[in-house]
């Protein structure tokens, strides 16, 4: 659950989509606006799927919320994909950086395997040892 909810490269992604479709088709955005953006793209992110581009489908909510043209979307169709690596890169590093907290917290985190840089090496070496 808490992977999610925890979308934060959707969000900023959605947020500075909403911008940018705002400036490219020569709207000027109020500050209720922005604070509109702020919270229906957090709200989105929350409720998108772990579904690669599913992010546009739900900036079509965020669009709409604005009186933006959905339609400008397409215009982000070429390099969604490289986007929406770099939102999964955001996204898998808040679950990491969030999990790490809460282990430490909760005093399950072994600080010797945290900061091992050969740590899982060697699950990677037993496993191959049964291939030809």
């Known amino acids: 659950m808490g992977a999610t909810i925890n979308m934060d490269g959707t969000a900023i992604m959605q947020g500075a ?60 169709l070429g390099i969604d994909r490289l986007l929406d690596m770099l939102r999964t890169v955001v996204n898998v590093t808040g679950d990491a950086t969030v999990s790490v907290i809460v282990a430490n917290r909760e005093k399950d985190l072994c600080i010797e395997t945290y900061n091992n840089p050969k740590a899982g090496l060697d699950f990677e070496e037993s496993g191959s040892e049964g291939n030809p």
């Open 17 to 76: 989509a909403t911008v940018f479709i705002a400036q490219i088709s020569g709207i000027d955005l109020n500050m209720t606006q922005y604070i509109t953006i702020i919270l229906m793209a957090t709200l989105a992110s929350i409720g998108t799927a772990a579904v690669p581009s599913v992010g546009l489908l739900t900036l079509t909510m965020v669009l709409t919320q604005v009186n933006l043209p959905t339609e400008a979307i397409a215009m982000l």
